[in-house]
Structure formats: structure tokens, C-alpha cells
Nanobody, 127 residues
Framework: QVQLVESGGGLVQPGGSLRLSCAAS????????VGWFRQAPGKEREGVSC????????YYADSVKGRFTISRDNAKNAVYLQMNSLKPEDTAVYYC????????????????????WGQGTQVTVSS
């Protein structure tokens, strides 16, 4: 059974940094695109950043461009999200997602709950 386990969330002050990690079992990252989505209370779910399975092409939502960096390690079946210059509006539950999409942009903009999802990790940005 596919399992995705996120870690690295927590409470951080505005301007601070966090690094989220996602470790997968029973699925090979070599064949899937991987991404991070987030859901804040009262807001629509947002595809934050996604990365392709082949050439490492990335996509970032405008809200995080220049502040967040996604990376993956196929050998370890892991994906990471480095979050810098965090803002209160980044507060949300962050989910690791594995799916098959032609481009990382298409994956991040998807509206259906396809693919495999982790349980989520809470990120709170507050002073």
C-alpha cells in the first residue's frame, strides 16, 4: 500500500524558514510527478509546487515563487520543499502528492483528488 509521510512542519515566525520532507513507500518516484499542495481554513486548496518525474521541470504558484524551492531524490523516493521568507498567509496544512500528469503545471492546477496523498503537516507562520 502506498504511503506518503510528510515531516518538517511547525511554528515559525514571519520571515523564517522551514523545510518539508516527504518520504514514500511502495511507489517509485521515477514514474510519477510529485508536488506539494496546501489547504488553509476557509480557503481553496492550492497547488504550491510540483516537479516532473523525468527532467526535473518545476512549477510554482505565484504566491510562493522566489521563496519556495522544490526538489526530489528519486533514489530515496523523497521530495522536499524549502520554504523561505515565510508569511502568515503561508499558514496551512501541507500535503505531499504523487500523481501522473503530463506537466508539473498541470498537476499543480488539478482540481480532482487523484493520485496518492499524504496525511499532511501543519505549517503555522505567526509572531
Amino acid at each position: 500500500q502506498v504511503q506518503l509521510v510528510e515531516s518538517g512542519g511547525g511554528l515559525v515566525q514571519p520571515g523564517g524558514s522551514l523545510r518539508l520532507s516527504c518520504a514514500a513507500s511502495d511507489v517509485s518516484f521515477n514514474y510519477y510527478s510529485v508536488g506539494w499542495f496546501r489547504q488553509a481554513p476557509g480557503k481553496e486548496r492550492e497547488g504550491v509546487s510540483c516537479i516532473s518525474s523525468s527532467d526535473g521541470t518545476t512549477y510554482y504558484a505565484d504566491s510562493v515563487k522566489g521563496r519556495f524551492t522544490i526538489s526530489r531524490d528519486n533514489a530515496k523516493n523523497a521530495v522536499y520543499l524549502q520554504m523561505n521568507s515565510l508569511k502568515p498567509e503561508d499558514t496551512a496544512v501541507y500535503y505531499c502528492v504523487v500523481d501522473i500528469y503530463p506537466t508539473p503545471q498541470a498537476m499543480c492546477l488539478k482540481t480532482q483528488d487523484t493520485g496518492f496523498w499524504g496525511q499532511g503537516t501543519q505549517v503555522t507562520v505567526s509572531s
